[in-house]
C-alpha cells in the first residue's frame, strides 16, 4: 500500500503536470490560430484515444479477471458495425443488447 505522503506528493505532481499539457493548448494557443499540418493531426487525436481506451477492456476485461470473453468482443464488433453504419445510439443499443443475449445464452 502507498503510504498518505506519496499518495499527496503524487496526486499534486500529476494535478501541476495535467494543469501544465492543458495551459499549453488553451492558454498559449488559445488566441492563435493553429497550422493547418496541427489542425490535421488533431482530428486524429480522438480517433486513436478511444480504441486505445476500449481495446484492452475488450480483450482483458476486468469483469472476467484478465481472461478473453468471446461475448465481449462479439458485442464490441456489433457496436462498430452498427456505429460505423447508423449512429452511436444504436451502436450503444448493439453492444449492450449482443451482450447481455449473448451472456444470458451462456457464451
Avoid at 503536470?17 to 490535421?40: M, N, Q, V
Avoid at 469483469?63 to 449512429?87: C, E, H, K, N, Y
Amino acid at each position: 500500500m502507498i503510504d498518505d505522503r506519496t499518495f499527496w506528493l503524487l496526486t499534486i505532481g500529476l494535478g501541476i503536470g495535467t494543469y501544465l499539457i492543458r495551459f499549453s493548448f488553451l492558454g498559449l494557443l488559445g488566441g492563435r490560430t493553429l497550422p493547418d499540418w496541427a489542425l490535421i493531426h488533431l482530428k486524429y487525436v480522438g480517433v486513436a484515444i478511444f480504441p486505445a481506451m476500449i481495446t484492452p477492456l475488450v480483450l482483458w476485461p476486468a469483469a472476467t479477471d484478465g481472461q478473453f470473453d468471446l461475448a465481449r468482443l462479439i458485442a464490441a464488433m456489433a457496436a462498430f458495425a452498427i456505429g460505423m453504419r447508423f449512429s452511436v445510439l444504436g451502436a450503444i443499443i448493439a453492444g449492450m443488447g449482443s451482450l447481455y443475449l449473448l451472456q444470458a445464452l451462456g457464451l
